[in-house]
């Protein structure tokens, strides 16, 4: 079955970087594009970034660009998201999810980044 697993949350200081993962199987992983999407406490879900199958394309929302990056290793049927100079206001559960017929379709379970001094 189609699985989603992340890791590499954890505390964080201001300014700090952190780099989260998102292993998948269960699907032919390089056929999809994949998407990082995060929660931050009490507020709705927010679009992060997308990536397209090949690795090619990538996409960002504005008030992450130039601070985290996405990319993702076919071979090892893995997702990342690189993200530096971190601020409290990023502190959410980060979840990937694959995309496919413009909705996301299945979920991880997410990995909380907590962003604190």
């Known amino acids: 079955q189609v699985q989603l697993v992340e890791s590499g949350g954890g505390l964080v200081q201001p300014g700090g970087s952190l780099r989260v993962s998102c292993a998948a199987s269960g699907f032919t992983f390089s056929n999809y594009y994949i998407d990082w999407v995060r929660q931050a406490p009490g507020k709705g879900l927010e679009w992060l970034s997308g990536?397209?199958?090949?690795?090619?394309?990538?996409y960002l929302v504005d008030s992450v660009k130039g601070r985290f990056t996405i990319s993702r290793d076919n071979a090892k049927n893995t997702l990342y998201l690189q993200m530096n100079n971190l601020k409290p206001e990023d502190t959410a559960l980060y979840y990937c999810a694959r995309s496919w017929d413009y909705s996301l379709d299945y979920w991880g379970r997410g990995t909380q980044v907590t962003v604190s001094s």
């Open positions: 990536i397209s199958p090949g690795g090619g394309s990538t």
